[in-house]
T-cell receptor, first 115, second 113 residues
Framework: GDSVTQMEGPVTLSEEAFLTINCTYTATGYPSLFWYVQYPGEGLQLLLKATKADDKGSNKGFEATYRKETTSFHLEKGSVQVSDSAVYFCALTVPRGAGSYQLTFGKGTKLSVIP | SQTIHQWPATLVQPVGSPLSLECTVEGTSNPNLYWYRQAAGRGLQLLFYSVGIGQISSEVPQNLSASRPQDRQFILSSKKLLLSDSGFYLC????????????FGEGSRLTVL
């Protein structure tokens, strides 16, 4: 079945450091790929997405490129801020016909940014 | 624009008591709706999803049930709570785009004592 594997946390960085959170996937068909962010005590927010190979999703300084050859969708940010402290989830959807989708999440990576 | 709301935001209940968590979506019709649970230190677990009124699919056998009495209302219930039901419950609806992403509510934190 479909699966998403993301790097285990927690990850602790100093402010202005470079961030990479690795995400790899296995899926049948042609998945769309997503990163969600969950700030403390809140629900999940869609951070960025990419729907086909070589697409780059970007938002709030975060980027991720859909790499079909390596089945990866790593999240990057050049300079993190304290406000980026959150849990990040990698996810994929695969169409299952008749307008239905199978959504699969990774286990989440907790990021803490210290001043 | 579409919005999704959950309540209550926080709930503390004794073991054996009933539960009702409510989720309402506005600004869309006939949405696919989902209930997820996030236990402490764990990922997201899909509990139920619904493609229409009265149509509920359960992903894992458990102490919980779901109902969809109206098009934009999704309710998570239990007759008798267990300690293991504690967690953060998230309702979501699927967007109309053909990429299948979900949009989540604010969450309801349940503590069973």
């Amino acid at each position: 079945g479909d699966s998403v594997t993301q790097m285990e946390g927690p990850v602790t960085l100093s402010e202005e450091a470079f961030l990479t959170i690795n995400c790899t996937y296995t899926a049948t068909g042609y998945p769309s790929l997503f990163w969600y962010v969950q700030y403390p005590g809140e629900g999940l927010q869609l951070l960025l997405k990419a729907t086909k190979a070589d697409d780059k999703g970007s938002n709030k300084g975060f980027e991720a490129t859909y790499r079909k050859e390596t089945t990866s969708f790593h999240l990057e940010k050049g300079s993190v801020q304290v406000s980026d402290s959150a849990v990040y989830f990698c996810a994929l959807t695969v169409p299952r016909g008749a307008g239905s989708y199978q959504l699969t999440f990774g286990k989440g990576t907790k990021l803490s940014v210290i001043p | 624009s579409q919005t999704i709301h959950q309540w209550p935001a926080t709930l503390v209940q004794p073991v054996g008591s009933p539960l009702s968590l409510e989720c309402t979506v506005e600004g869309t019709s006939n949405p696919n709706l989902y209930w997820y649970r996030q236990a402490a230190g764990r990922g997201l677990q899909l509990l139920f999803y619904s493609v229409g009124i009265g149509q509920i699919s359960s992903e894992v056998p458990q102490n919980l049930s779901a109902s969809r009495p109206q098009d934009r209302q999704f309710i998570l219930s239990s007759k008798k709570l267990l300690l293991s039901d504690s967690g953060f419950y998230l309702c979501a609806w699927r967007g109309q785009l053909n990429t299948g992403e979900l949009f989540f509510g604010e969450g309801s934190r349940l503590t069973v004592l």
